[in-house]
């Protein structure tokens, strides 16, 4: 079955800087790709997917690229705000069939003011 | 729309027990979830459902069961708990496959002594 590696498992930035937190599969046959972000307590939540005829994808502060031929795809932030403090997992499947997704392992992010 | 609900949110059970999960939906998904999430350790599929009468095991299946009679409803039943059960339980649906995205319940957190 599919397994996705996620790296790292806790980030520190400084309130306006940069965040990248990277993400590899195994199963060559995945080809939807999507992040969630989870706060202490809550649910996890969508906040962007990327397939696989798409190679990189934006949304306002937040971006989402994938590389196929090597099989990672990574979640980028820019402009840091406390408020994006939480844990984010990347998750893999396919589109075919009975798709259900793998989650990696999720990575703390914890922006200081 | 309340989306998905689960009930209990928390619960304390003694080994051996058992006790029922519920999952209820009301945006008419075919496909339903659970996953259970322990620290560090990402999200793992225990079984899914891709309409009613029709189940399948995840990644960890074993100690569950779960039955789908209704489009809605989606219970995960575990008997004779057992200590490695101790965990977050969340359940979540989506419209079809998992390329639809999920939308995730509030979680279930579950302690077993």
């Known amino acids: 079955g599919e397994n996705v590696e996620q790296h790292p498992s806790t980030l520190s930035v400084q309130e306006g800087d940069s965040a990248v937190i990277k993400c590899t599969y195994s199963?060559?046959?995945?080809?939807?790709f999507p992040w969630y972000k989870q706060e202490l307590g809550k649910r996890p939540q969508l906040i962007i997917d990327?397939?696989?005829?798409?190679g990189e994808k934006k949304d306002q502060r937040i971006a989402v690229t994938l590389n196929k031929t090597a099989k990672h795809f990574s979640l980028h932030i820019t402009e840091t705000q406390p408020e994006d403090s939480a844990v984010y997992f990347c998750?893999?499947?396919?589109?075919?069939?009975?798709?259900?997704?793998?989650f990696g392992k999720g990575t703390m992010l914890l922006v200081s003011p | 729309n309340a989306g998905v609900t689960q009930t209990p949110k928390f619960r304390i059970l003694k080994i051996g027990q058992s006790m029922t999960l519920q999952c209820t939906q009301d945006?008419?998904?075919?496909?339903m979830y659970w996953y259970r999430q322990d620290p560090g350790m990402g999200l793992k599929l225990i079984y899914y459902?891709?309409?009613?009468?029709?189940?399948d095991k995840g990644e960890v299946p074993n100690g569950y069961n779960v039955s789908r009679s209704t489009t809605e409803d989606f219970p995960l039943r575990l008997e004779l708990a057992a200590p490695s059960q101790t965990s977050v339980y969340f359940c979540?649906?989506?419209?079809?496959?998992?390329?639809?995205?999920?939308?995730f319940g509030s979680g279930t957190r579950l302690t077993v002594v």
């Open positions: 979540a649906s989506s419209l079809e496959g998992a390329v639809y995205g999920y939308t």
């Open positions: 199963d060559s046959a995945s080809n939807y």
């Open positions: 990327i397939r696989s005829n798409v």
């Open positions: 998750a893999a499947s396919k589109d075919s069939g009975y798709s259900t997704l793998t």
């Open positions: 945006m008419n998904h075919n496909y």
């Open positions: 459902s891709v309409g009613a009468g029709i189940t």
